[in-house]
């Protein structure tokens, strides 16, 4: 495979676990060479990735009536050209293994590509913040955990694949939100029943009086599921106070049994543990692409390369469809998905030596903008490809958040595939802001949902 070229030219295709912070001259390259974030602020050499130039944001967009279903900007386009299975030949060097996987699977698959919009943006008052990362944040000893880092982003100029999923991991998704949405499990001729979830999402610097160096120490945010439907389900709750070092101190997790009527910890929400209402398809640490601990692999930064990645996925938001205009046998309606060409990071993740996972193998492609990982293979433990899972992402202007609205993995074995995130059939999707204090996230306001 292609990568581009390296931007630090210290760089290089190993694994690192701990690296120094960059000069202030490097550092300095935030806003005049690299966007705020860190990616590439100019245009790729064949201008089929434009220049960043601030991003859709809260300044230059016109207010949506609803902050959670943003109107699409873009709904007026075309697209540029169709990938099939036909075609896809001519469009490799653009494709992950995995998407080459998904055409040779599915002759009906067709990837829609369209007009590169880099719509990312953040919050003003984040961009310092993010800066000062630069020069201040590192990785413990161990690469587990972070030391000096402020609320998101800890290396905007990454020196190794580790840096780089951190920032996936720690990545700005609005600092406190509540989600209503589906996770849909579909079966391989196409059925399905949807699984309704509401979950809360909330960064301690958004709580009430903000952070508290004490009681929300090594905190990186605090999680509060529930399921609605259906009724086997129904009840079913999950607390979760994610933690920034999870190898000193593992993951806080709780779960309400509404069968069982009662809290309990809940230390296999982790790895590879089984995701609930998924039907087996998603292990806990395949939600939001990838999360939690990273100790149980060995991480590679590859470099950089440019990917089709799904990518301001608007439509996907339109309340007017229905779940099954939607849904298909083995993947989603194309009709309805919108891909763009992207810079991405590439990061392969091996399992360590003496650790153990259902996957032996990951490789990440990474939004240079956004930090998010938007494309990842996943290899079963004879080193075969075996699942492939995408983010749907849109900026939420009126907040300056990037986060998705839809998130597949499609089991490439058995035909079948999971989407969370849809909304269609909700009455609402986000609701950004929103008061929370700690008590919010405790076993008895778990059980409280939970009834």
């Given at each position: 495979?292609?990568y581009?070229t390296?931007?630090?030219?210290?760089?290089?295709?190993?694994s690192l676990?701990?690296?120094?912070k960059?000069?202030p001259e490097?550092?300095?390259?935030?806003?005049?060479e690299?966007?705020?974030?860190g990616?590439?602020?100019?245009?790729n050499?064949?201008?089929?990735?434009?220049a960043w130039t601030?991003?859709?944001?809260?300044?230059?967009m016109?207010?949506?009536?609803?902050?959670?279903?943003?109107?699409?900007?873009?709904?007026?386009?075309?697209?540029?050209f169709?990938?099939?299975?036909?075609?896809?030949?001519?469009y490799?060097?653009?494709l992950?293994q995995?998407?080459?996987?998904?055409?040779?699977?599915y002759?009906d698959?067709?990837?829609?590509v369209?007009?590169?919009?880099?719509?990312?943006?953040y919050?003003d008052?984040?961009?310092p913040?993010?800066e000062?990362?630069?020069?201040?944040?590192?990785?413990?000893?161990?690469g587990?955990?972070l030391?000096?880092?402020?609320?998101?982003?800890?290396?905007p100029?990454p020196?190794n694949?580790?840096?780089?999923?951190?920032?996936?991991?720690?990545?700005?998704?609005?600092?406190s939100?509540?989600?209503?949405?589906?996770?849909?499990?579909?079966?391989s001729?196409?059925?399905?029943?949807?699984?309704k979830?509401?979950?809360?999402?909330?960064?301690?610097?958004?709580?009430?009086g903000g952070r508290?160096?004490?009681?929300?120490?090594?905190?990186l945010?605090?999680y509060?599921?529930?399921i609605?439907?259906p009724?086997?389900?129904?009840?079913t709750?999950?607390?979760?106070?994610?933690?920034?070092?999870?190898?000193?101190?593992?993951?806080?997790?709780?779960?309400?049994?509404?069968?069982?009527?009662?809290?309990?910890?809940?230390p296999?929400?982790a790895y590879?543990g089984?995701?609930a209402?998924?039907?087996?398809?998603?292990?806990t640490?395949?939600?939001?692409?990838?999360?939690?601990?990273?100790?149980?692999?060995?991480?590679?930064?590859k470099?950089?390369?440019?990917?089709?990645?799904p990518?301001?996925?608007y439509?996907?938001?339109?309340?007017e469809?229905?779940y099954?205009?939607?849904?298909?046998?083995?993947?989603?309606?194309p009709?309805?998905?919108?891909y763009?060409?992207h810079?991405?990071?590439?990061?392969?993740?091996?399992?360590?030596?003496?650790s153990?996972?259902?996957?032996?193998?990951?490789?990440?492609?990474?939004?240079e903008?956004?930090?998010?990982a938007?494309?990842?293979?996943h290899?079963?433990?004879?080193?075969?490809?075996?699942k492939?899972s995408?983010?749907?992402?849109?900026?939420?202007?009126d907040?300056?958040?990037?986060?998705?609205?839809?998130?597949?993995?499609?089991d490439?074995?058995s035909?079948?595939?999971?989407?969370?995130?849809?909304?269609?059939e909700?009455?609402?999707?986000?609701?950004w802001?929103?008061?929370?204090t700690?008590?919010?996230?405790?076993?008895?306001?778990?059980?409280?949902v939970?009834?």
């Amino acid at each position: 495979m292609k990568y581009l070229t390296l931007i630090p030219a210290l760089l290089t295709l190993v694994s690192l676990n701990v690296t120094a912070k960059v000069t202030p001259e490097e550092a300095s390259k935030i806003g005049k060479e690299l966007t705020p974030l860190g990616a590439e602020m100019a245009a790729n050499e064949a201008g089929t990735i434009p220049a960043w130039t601030g991003g859709l944001n809260s300044q230059n967009m016109p207010k949506s009536p609803d902050f959670g279903r943003p109107v699409n900007p873009f709904a007026d386009e075309k697209p540029l050209f169709t990938i099939t299975a036909k075609n896809m030949a001519d469009y490799q060097d653009n494709l992950t293994q995995g998407q080459i996987a998904m055409f040779k699977k599915y002759p009906d698959y067709r990837m829609p590509v369209y007009k590169t919009h880099r719509t990312v943006a953040y919050p003003d008052s984040i961009y310092p913040l993010i800066e000062q990362n630069a020069q201040s944040a590192s990785l413990i000893e161990s690469g587990y955990g972070l030391v000096d880092f402020d609320t998101t982003i800890p290396f905007p100029i990454p020196n190794n694949g580790l840096e780089v999923v951190w920032n996936h991991i720690t990545r700005f998704r609005g600092g406190s939100a509540v989600r209503v949405a589906t996770a849909i499990p579909v079966q391989s001729g196409g059925a399905f029943v949807p699984v309704k979830i509401t979950d809360r999402l909330v960064w301690p610097e958004y709580l009430e009086g903000g952070r508290d160096a004490d009681k929300d120490k090594n905190v990186l945010f605090y999680y509060l599921q529930r399921i609605t439907a259906p009724a086997r389900l129904t009840g079913t709750a999950l607390l979760i106070h994610e933690t920034i070092d999870q190898f000193e101190e593992a993951r806080r997790a709780w779960v309400y049994n509404s069968g069982q009527r009662r809290v309990r910890r809940a230390p296999n929400v982790a790895y590879d543990g089984p995701g609930a209402g998924t039907d087996g398809l998603r292990t806990t640490d395949n939600y939001d692409m990838y999360n939690g601990s990273p100790d149980r692999y060995e991480w590679t930064l590859k470099g950089k390369k440019e990917i089709y990645i799904p990518y301001n996925a608007y439509p996907l938001l339109n309340t007017e469809l229905e779940y099954d205009e939607l849904i298909g046998a083995g993947h989603l309606n194309p009709d309805y998905l919108r891909y763009e060409l992207h810079r991405v990071w590439v990061v392969e993740a091996n399992i360590k030596s003496g650790s153990r996972h259902i996957y032996s193998k990951r490789t990440l492609y990474i939004d240079e903008d956004s930090w998010g990982a938007s494309v990842i293979d996943h290899f079963d433990n004879r080193g075969e490809l075996w699942k492939v899972s995408e983010a749907h992402n849109i900026q939420f202007y009126d907040v300056d958040t990037p986060w998705m609205v839809a998130e597949t993995l499609h089991d490439l074995d058995s035909g079948r595939y999971l989407v969370t995130g849809l909304s269609n059939e909700e009455p609402s999707f986000i609701k950004w802001g929103g008061k929370a204090t700690r008590k919010d996230f405790t076993s008895a306001a778990l059980r409280r949902v939970g009834r």
